[in-house]
Nanobody, 118 residues
Framework: VQLVESGGGLVQPGGSLRLSCAAS????????MTWYRQAPGKERELVAR????????NYANSVKGRFTISREYAKNTVYLQMNSLKPEDTAVYYC????????????WGQGTQVTVSS
């Protein structure tokens, strides 16, 4: 199983980025996909989640109205569209996959750096 994130980079405050997480080696439609982030000196926190079947979403309060999570089943990919970026959004962003079948392991990507700075 592999989760490969891409799309990170340096952006000015107010700018946008779209992160992608391409999954392979798993039955994508059975996994709830979550974006987490970790800033230096801080704990990893949930940013946005999209469930496996219904596609329900939830977001951290700090990103509501600015970030949008979506998934494309044909490409086994989950996206995070980030708009109106702020310096406090600077972090390494990680993709996580959790199966709806009990007892199966969850998976993490390697992370992609997002830096918001002028």
């Amino acid at each position: 199983v592999q989760l490969v994130e891409s799309g990170g980079g340096l952006v000015q405050p107010g700018g946008s980025l779209r992160l992608s997480c391409a999954a392979s080696g798993l039955t994508f439609r059975l996994y709830t996909m979550t974006w987490y982030r970790q800033a230096p000196g801080k704990e990893r926190e949930l940013v946005a989640r999209i469930t496996s079947v219904a596609g329900s979403t939830n977001y951290a309060n700090s990103v509501k109205g600015r970030f949008t999570i979506s998934r494309e089943y044909a490409k086994n990919t989950v996206y995070l569209q980030m708009n109106s970026l702020k310096p406090e959004d600077t972090a390494v962003y990680y993709c996580n996959a959790v199966s709806r079948r009990p007892g199966e392991p969850d998976y993490w990507g390697q992370g992609t750096q997002v830096t918001v700075s002028s």
